[in-house]
C-alpha cells in the first residue's frame, strides 16, 4: 500500500475523529470553569487551579501513550487499535465531569472537598481523552507519506474539529438553556455528547488505515529494568527538543493554545455579563463556522507556497478579529456585529488553529532524518504534554488568577462595569501578544514542499545504504530544518 492513494472515505474518516478533539475542548475550555465557579461553587482561582492540575497531572501519559503506539503491533495496526478501546471509557466518562452530587456549602461540603472531586473527575476524562487522540495524531504521518494529501488530511482533521465546535457553542447553550442553566442542563447536555463523541470512533477506525513502516530496533528490551525503560524513555522524550522544526512549530501552538484558552473563557462571560444578551450566545458559533468555512483556501494557499506563510496570513487577521471584541458595548451590540467580530476571528483562527497542528506530520519526518526512526507517536504525546504543562503551570491557573483579581464573583452574580472593563483588557490584549509572538517565530520554520521533498529524498537515499554525500544544497537543507549539522545526520545513518 505504499503508493496508495487516499479516497474521499479517506478524508472523511480521519477527519471526524476531531469531532470528538474539537467538540470535547470547546465545552471544557468555554463551560467548565462556569460550571465550576457558578453550578459548583468553588472560586475562579481554585477553578483555574483544578483545570491545571489536572492537566499536569496526565501530562506525561501523553507521550507514555504515544510511545506505547509507536512499539506495538497488532492485526488492527498501531494506531487504531486505541479506538475500538477508547469507545465506552468516553461514554462513561465524560459526564463525570458535569454532574453535581458535591455542591460548595450544601451537607457540609467545603471547596477543597469539591475541588478534589472535581479534580478526580477530570483526571478521569483526560486519561481517557489521550488514549484515544494521542494516537489520532500520530496516525496522519501512518497514511500517507504525501505532503499535499497530509496537508488535505490535516484539513479535513481541523475542519471536523471546527464544525464540532460550532455544534459545541451551538447546541451546548441551547440545551443549557432549556434548563435555566442549571445542574441538570450540564448533565444533560454531557450524556448527549458523550454518546456522540463515542459513536464517532467507529467510522474513523472503518475508515482509516495503516502504511506498512520500516522496522526500527526497539530499544525498550525485556531485560531491562523499570528505572533503565524508564530513563530510555525520558531520553527519548528530550530527544525531540534537538529538532529545530519542532521546536518552532511547538511554540507557535502553545502559544496559539493560550491565546484561544483565554477566548474561550472570556467569550461566555463577555456575552452573558458584559453585554447581558445570553441569547447572542449561539451567535459566536459563526468563529468556528467562519473557520470551516475559509478552510479550502488556507489548505491552497499552504500547498501552493508554505505552511508558515499561510500561519501568517491568518494570524494578522486573528489579531484583527480580537481587537475587534473592543467594539462590543452594551449600546453598540447587535446580532450582526456579533457575528461580523466573531466571523473575523474565525477568518484568521482557521489558519493558525490547523497550520501548526498539520506542520507535526511534516515533523516527524524531519524526526527520521535526525534519529533513523518512526516516532510520531511519541511526538504527539511531547505536544500534548507540553501544551497540558503549559496549561497547568501558567495559563490556567494564570486564567484564575486574572479572573479573581479583576473582581470576577462565583456563584452566577451580576458583576460590576469595573471587573467587566478590566477583564475585557486583560483577555484581549494578552492573546493579541502571545499572537504576535508566534507570528515572529513562524520564520524559523523552514519546511516548505521543496524542502520536504529533498529531505524525502535523503532520507530514502541513506535508508538504501547511500554511501557519498549529497550536495552542497541539500545538506543546507538538512541543516535548516534539522538544527544539525549534516555531519552528526550522516554518522546517525551510518552505524
Not at 522496522?215 to 534537538?242: R, Y
Not at 501544551?387 to 470576577?408: D, E, H, N
Request: net charge positive.
Amino acid at each position: 500500500m505504499a503508493n496508495y492513494k487516499l479516497s474521499l472515505k479517506n478524508y472523511i474518516a480521519y477527519g471526524m475523529g476531531d469531532l470528538f478533539g474539537g467538540g470535547a475542548f470547546t465545552l471544557i475550555a468555554s463551560l467548565f470553569i462556569l460550571f465550576l465557579t457558578n453550578i459548583v461553587g468553588i472560586s475562579p482561582v481554585m477553578a483555574g487551579t483544578l483545570f491545571g492540575l489536572g492537566r499536569l497531572g496526565i501530562g506525561l501519559i501523553d507521550p507514555i501513550v504515544g510511545n506505547f503506539s509507536d512499539n506495538i503491533r497488532t492485526k488492527y495496526g498501531r494506531r487504531r487499535v486505541f479506538f475500538l478501546y477508547g469507545m465506552l471509557p468516553i461514554i462513561l466518562t465524560f459526564p463525570l465531569m458535569w454532574c453535581s452530587p458535591i455542591i460548595v456549602g450544601k451537607n457540609g461540603v467545603t471547596e477543597f472537598m469539591a475541588f478534589l472531586y472535581y479534580l478526580g473527575m477530570y483526571l478521569l476524562f483526560d486519561i481517557v481523552y489521550c488514549f484515544v487522540i494521542t494516537p489520532y495524531a500520530a496516525l496522519i504521518a501512518d497514511m500517507t507519506r504525501d505532503y499535499k494529501e497530509r496537508v488535505r488530511l490535516s484539513a479535513f482533521r481541523m475542519g471536523f474539529s471546527q464544525f464540532a465546535s460550532v455544534l459545541a457553542t451551538s447546541i451546548a447553550p441551547l440545551l443549557l438553556g432549556s434548563f435555566n442553566y442549571s445542574r441538570n442542563g450540564y448533565l444533560v447536555m454531557s450524556i448527549i455528547f458523550a454518546i456522540f463523541f463515542a459513536c464517532i470512533w467507529i467510522f474513523v477506525f472503518w475508515g482509516t488505515f495503516e502504511l506498512p513502516i520500516p522496522e526500527d530496533k526497539n530499544e525498550f528490551k525485556p531485560n531491562q529494568s523499570k528505572i533503565d525503560n524508564a530513563l530510555l524513555f525520558l531520553k527519548e522524550l528530550l530527544s525531540t527538543l534537538k529538532n529545530k522544526s519542532f521546536r518552532a512549530q511547538l511554540s507557535m501552538f502553545l502559544l496559539d493554545a493560550a491565546a484561544l484558552d483565554m477566548l474561550m473563557i472570556i467569550t461566555p462571560i463577555l456575552v452573558k455579563d458584559d453585554l447581558m444578551r445570553s441569547d447572542l450566545v449561539p451567535y459566536v458559533s459563526s468563529m468556528w463556522l467562519i473557520q470551516l468555512l475559509v478552510l479550502p483556501f488556507y489548505v491552497h494557499l499552504a500547498n501552493k507556497y508554505n505552511k508558515a506563510f499561510t500561519y501568517r496570513v491568518g494570524a494578522m487577521i486573528w489579531i484583527l478579529g480580537i481587537l475587534s471584541l473592543f467594539l462590543l458595548t452594551k449600546h453598540s451590540v447587535s446580532v450582526f456585529l456579533i457575528i461580523c467580530c466573531f466571523g473575523l476571528i474565525g477568518l484568521g483562527l482557521s489558519s493558525c488553529y490547523m497550520i501548526p497542528q498539520s506542520m507535526l506530520s511534516f515533523v516527524v519526518e524531519v524526526d527520521v532524518l535526525i534519529s533513523t526512526k518512526s516516532r510520531p507517536g511519541l511526538y504527539a504525546g511531547a505536544m500534548s504534554f507540553c501544551r497540558k504543562f503549559s496549561q497547568a503551570i501558567i495559563i490556567l491557573p494564570g486564567i484564575g488568577y486574572l479572573m479573581s483579581m479583576s473582581g470576577y464573583q462565583k456563584g452566577g452574580v451580576i458583576q460590576s462595569p469595573e471587573t467587566m472593563f478590566t477583564l475585557k483588557i486583560l483577555f484581549i490584549l494578552i492573546p493579541v501578544a502571545l499572537v504576535i509572538i508566534a507570528f515572529i517565530n513562524s520564520y524559523k520554520f523552514c519546511l516548505t514542499p521543496t524542502n520536504f521533498k529533498l529531505m524525502k529524498q535523503e532520507i530514502d537515499r541513506l535508508r538504501d545504504g547511500g554511501k557519498e554525500y549529497p550536495s552542497i544544497e541539500v545538506q543546507q537543507v538538512c541543516e535548516k530544518i534539522t538544527g544539525q549539522q549534516y555531519s552528526k545526520l550522516y554518522l546517525a545513518w551510518s552505524k
